[in-house]
């Protein structure tokens, strides 16, 4: 099942390591699930008029277009994973086209109502083809909305066997073409209106997050911020703002490459957050700079520096015992403890504290113990 799961979920992405675009990617996404539904639908409909047929060439007609059209929309598929997108589109928008106006002229007329297709297919395009070629959606768009006038106002009559069908199963497929296409461009619109918003979703978090260490970056803290401040308004109570720097990390990036620059981040990140509670905010303010809040601790300013100084010396002191990194040595590796010092500043805030000034008095303590401590750096092999 898991195989089958994946194999299918392969089938829907296929070519989108081909966009340039996360809107592009979501369209061949798109064009991809339309192929699926298309397949399904055409197949079943088929079926359903070679089961039902008795020798009417209405049926025998209609079942051949169908089960010979199904196949060629997973052409879509394979031509976006190839590479070729626009071709795809096309190819997928003239697929549908042609079977309907196949269906109508060879039989069916208007009625069966499988005109109503074309309406569908207008929301088809305009959620399959990129804004980029906005020709082709208003030509494809246009031509169906035509082709349903056409077909509407009679100019392709059925073929007189209609008459000589089961009139409830003429009445069935009546509802049943109006009602699929109606559910089809539905479900079109909300799938479009889904895949937007968690694509931009996914979007703020990209921009919130810092894909080094996979936390919080400049932006989502400010954010983040504004929160707490909100929060502790409301509270009446104060919160802490620890500016973390890590001692002597030019040195590592010189001495050890830039590889061993990242990987000590990484655990510095790690460690900060470990370190902290999880109702705590933790970012990665840039370079080798940490900012943590210690949200809504206390209504007493003082109480709430005592307990953000605690954790504040439990960072320092797992930071010192936890850290390692790794040098080559020839054709080989060896890894070794490293012990990484941070000079962290603590400033309290409150619910009327302005970001700026917050960060700058926490700036300027960090900066204060980093000129006054005399912390030790020894790197042990």
């Given amino acids: ?19 340039e675009s996360t809107t592009e990617k979501r369209k061949i996404h798109h064009s991809n699930i339309v192929a699926g539904i298309a397949v399904l639908t055409a197949t079943l409909y088929g079926l359903f008029y070679l089961l039902s047929d008795t020798g009417n060439i209405v049926f025998t007609n209609s079942a051949t277009i169908q089960l010979t059209f199904a196949p060629v929309y997973l052409l879509t598929m394979v031509l976006n994973h190839r590479g070729y997108l626009r071709l795809a589109r096309w190819m997928m928008s003239v697929n549908a086209l042609g079977m309907i106006c196949l269906l109508v002229v060879f039989g069916q007329g208007n009625d069966l109502n499988a005109h109503f297709f074309f309406l569908s297919y207008c929301g088809i395009i305009i959620s399959t083809f990129p804004v980029q070629q906005w020709r082709s959606i208003i030509f494809l768009s246009a031509l169906n909305i035509l082709l349903f006038v056409a077909c509407e106002s009679g100019s392709f009559p059925p073929y007189p066997e209609v008459e000589e069908l089961d009139q409830n199963i003429v009445a069935f497929l009546e509802i049943a073409n109006i009602l699929s296409s109606t559910f089809l461009m539905v479900g079109i619109i909300l799938l479009s209106d889904y895949a937007t918003s968690k694509n931009e979703i996914q979007l703020e978090t990209i921009s919130t997050t810092d894909s ?14 504004e929160l707490e401040r909100a929060r502790c308004f409301r509270s009446k109570t104060c919160g802490t703002l620890l500016f973390i720097d890590l001692d002597n990390f030019k040195t590592v990036n010189d001495q050890y490459g830039h590889d061993a620059g990242d990987s000590l981040l990484q655990q510095a990140a790690q460690i900060i957050e470990i370190s902290l509670r999880e109702t705590d905010v933790v970012a990665r303010f840039g370079g080798d700079e940490f900012v943590a809040l210690i949200a809504e601790v206390d209504a007493d300013e003082k109480k709430s520096i005592r307990i953000a100084r605690s954790i504040a010396t439990k960072i320092e002191s797992a930071l010192q015992t936890s850290c390692s990194l790794t040098q080559e040595m020839g054709n080989s590796q060896q890894t070794f403890k490293y012990r990484c010092s941070a000079s962290i500043g603590v400033t309290p805030f409150d619910g009327e504290s302005d970001l700026k000034q917050v960060i700058k008095m926490a700036d300027q303590a960090m900066y204060r113990q980093k000129t006054q401590a005399a912390e030790l750096d020894v790197i042990a092999p």
């Fill in 212 to 225: 080094l260490t996979g936390m919080l970056n400049r932006r989502g803290f400010m954010q983040r911020f």
């Fill in 1 to 19: 099942m898991g195989d089958f799961n994946k194999a299918f979920s392969s089938l829907l992405h296929a070519g989108e390591q081909h966009a």
